[in-house]
């Protein structure tokens, strides 16, 4: 499975929400109705949509739980923002049901490579397994009526460990790759970190990146690897995953 990640910008699409810097910036206006912010700066967007723009470009995805201000932006300027994401040969995806938006490589009528600033990392085995549980409990919760979803870590690492292969008997090491795993799907910013240590909320932005069609997708590659012949050696186990596995990065990922 693998997801899109920035590669010529240099920017960090591992989603951490880090804190939102102030957009009250005391900024010189050279004159009456200019947006520059520099000088030399000929940009045409004021300084709350390129903030929106930025973190579009730095993040998996924005929401309105985590990004508040800049979804705000998003909804009132989408189509110029669209706009400057299309110039960079890039899509922008809206769930307003959800309130999430993220970005993905636009594809060419005529089925052509575009020039990409994105490019297709795998997630691991066991990132893909909580990403596919997730979803599950997502939809479970909000269909059982919770405006709120919980999960806890070793409940994660639990479902994890029934993917375990038969052949594999270092379960410390699976437990370590799995608690790992959860730690990176905090770092996006799908596990949504609560008072508790170990509790987290899931994040309403799980299902539209994952939809029906690539869980499905996700699923039969998990099955694959987990069903391989207990011979092949872990670098063959990796590359058969990898190959049956979908891009959620772009799930429309990202």
Request: aromatic share 6%; charged share 30%; hydrophobic share 40%.
């Amino acid at each position: 499975m693998s997801v899109d990640t920035d590669l010529e910008t240099g920017l960090d699409t591992g989603a951490e929400t880090d804190a939102e810097p102030d957009l009250d910036l005391d900024i010189e206006i050279l004159d009456e109705g200019s947006v520059s912010l520099f000088e030399g700066d000929e940009g045409g967007l004021e300084h709350a949509q390129r903030h929106a723009l930025v973190t579009l470009l730095k993040q998996r995805f924005i929401s309105a739980r985590t990004h508040p201000r800049d979804w705000q932006v998003l909804v009132e300027h989408e189509r110029v923002l669209r706009s400057r994401l299309n110039d960079l040969f890039l899509d922008l995806a809206v769930d307003r049901a959800r309130e999430v938006a993220w970005k993905r490589q636009a594809t060419s009528e005529t089925g052509s490579r575009f020039p990409t600033l994105l490019y297709d990392a795998a997630w691991s085995r066991e990132e893909t397994l909580v990403l596919v549980h997730l979803r599950d409990r997502l939809r479970a919760g909000l269909g059982g009526g919770d405006a709120h979803v919980f999960i806890d870590r070793d409940d994660i690492v639990d479902y994890v460990a029934t993917f375990r292969p038969v052949h594999a008997t270092d379960e410390a090491g699976d437990e370590k790759r799995a608690r790992n795993a959860v730690v990176s799907i905090v770092k996006t910013g799908l596990l949504i970190g609560t008072a508790a240590e170990d509790r987290f909320e899931i994040s309403e932005a799980v299902e539209p990146l994952l939809p029906l069609d690539l869980l499905q997708e996700l699923l039969e590659a998990l099955q694959r690897a987990t069903s391989a012949d207990s011979a092949a050696s872990p670098q063959e186990q990796t590359e058969l995953f990898d190959e049956g596995a979908g891009d959620a990065g772009e799930a429309g990922e990202e």
